[in-house]
């Protein structure tokens, strides 16, 4: 939650259980204690982090919706988005993730995350501090136009990771760099 920790759970089933054990035997299969502290430390905070999440992507995925530079805004704590009401059922908020398009395409996506100054361009989305990712330059670009599109991922699609930040200065952000990046600079 704070995007400086790597970490994670390994689960099998019966019969991969020896070899699970073996991997954990010759590669490690704890934390040190400096990582397992920092992992302790995210855990105690997670639920206020996480509500703090669901209210600020949502009051700023509304926000998003009614700007006309974005052809799309999806993030299922809208009404609009096709899985809202099962969300709304499995879910206890809808998270701090939303996805946009950006009505200009590549190089409007691209502007538009370089214009964003309070929200950072990031590879590790989910910590405290509000990221962007522009997948069609960054993590999909080695996939042409239509295997992007095949993949789901359109040209202008800028993936948001909320984070802790006021929504006022999270909307200002946004609205310059909406801007900005409409006047292609």
Known sequence: GHSDLIGGVVATSAPRRVQLRKLALDQGGAMQPFEAWLCLRGLVT???RMERHCE??????????????????????????????RASQLLRGPGGMICLDHAGGLEAGKRLCDALELVWIGGSLGGAHSLVSHPASTTHRQLDAAARKRAGISDGLIRVSVGLEDLSDLIDDFAVALRNSRLGK
């Open 46 to 48: 997670l639920p206020l």
């Open 56 to 85: 600020t992507a949502l009051a700023l995925a509304r926000w998003l919706s009614d700007q006309p530079q974005l052809s799309a805004v999806h993030y299922p704590g809208l009404d609009t988005h096709p899985d809202h009401e």
